[in-house]
């Protein structure tokens, strides 16, 4: 079984549509992530979210927002999408905050046209 | 810059060849872990180092770490074409209120 797992794998979409990209963890691990991987391989940190803080990277735009129905859940929802946004995304989990293991999912494939 | 940045950027070598990566970071850290990205694929994490730690072994890796110097290496032992893939390295920097910052990555090519 897949430990981290996103759904789309592939996500292409016009400029302005709103989408959402769902994650979903197995491990029983109470923190989840989202980062942003961008042409160049940058990898940057957007969220990171348990069931009592989240944790906002200030350069997020507010399209940008984190959604958790349930501890192995964090969906992240996109308004108003820009070509700028284009990027994989991946999903991560841990067991606790800082100085832990991070499990990432595959990545969701974002293109914006 | 960044707080995490890997040296090379590239880097290209003979399978059964050592392949060694940079990591040089800005401020103090509670620990630093190397990842491993195959083409395609999400980050899949080969060994954390804490910052009372100097070196760290498994299986044909090696990591080093010099507080003093705000630096880390990987080393690669005999590698392999399976090798192949982007490193990076992240920081548990004590000053940020983020968690882990990843560096761009060092992309290691094996050839057969």
């Known amino acids: 079984d897949t430990a981290v797992s996103q759904t789309p794998k592939y996500l292409v979409t016009q400029m302005g549509n709103d989408k959402s990209i769902k994650c979903e963890q197995n491990?029983?691990?109470?923190?989840m992530y989202w980062y942003k991987q961008d042409s160049k391989k940058f990898l940057k940190i957007m969220f990171s979210?348990?069931?009592?803080?989240?944790?906002i990277n200030e350069t997020v735009p507010n399209r940008f927002s984190p959604k958790s129905p349930d501890k192995a859940h964090l969906n992240l929802h996109i308004n108003s999408l820009e070509l700028g946004d284009s990027a994989v995304y991946f999903c991560?989990?841990?067991?606790?905050?800082?100085?832990?293991?991070?499990?990432f999912g595959p990545g969701t494939r974002l293109l914006v046209l | 810059s960044q707080q995490g940045e890997e040296d090379p950027q590239a880097l290209s070598i003979q399978e059964g060849e050592n392949a060694t990566m940079n990591c040089s970071y800005k401020?103090?850290?509670?620990?630093l872990q190397w990842y491993r990205q195959n083409s395609g694929r999400g980050l899949v994490h080969l060994i954390l180092?804490?910052?009372?730690?100097r070196e760290k072994h498994s299986g044909r890796l090696r990591v080093t770490l010099d507080t003093s110097k705000k630096s880390s290496s990987l080393l690669i032992t005999a590698s392999r074409a399976a090798d192949t893939a982007s490193y990076f390295c992240?920081?548990?920097?004590?000053?940020?209120?983020?968690?882990?910052?990843f560096g761009p990555g060092t992309r290691l090519s094996v050839l057969p």
């Open positions: 991560a989990s841990s067991l606790a905050r800082r100085e832990e293991t991070q499990y």
């Open positions: 491990l029983g691990h109470d923190t």
């Open positions: 979210y348990n069931n009592k803080e989240l944790i």
């Open positions: 401020t103090s850290i509670n620990n």
């Open positions: 180092i804490r910052s009372n730690e």
């Open positions: 992240a920081t548990d920097a004590i000053n940020y209120g983020q968690n882990f910052v």
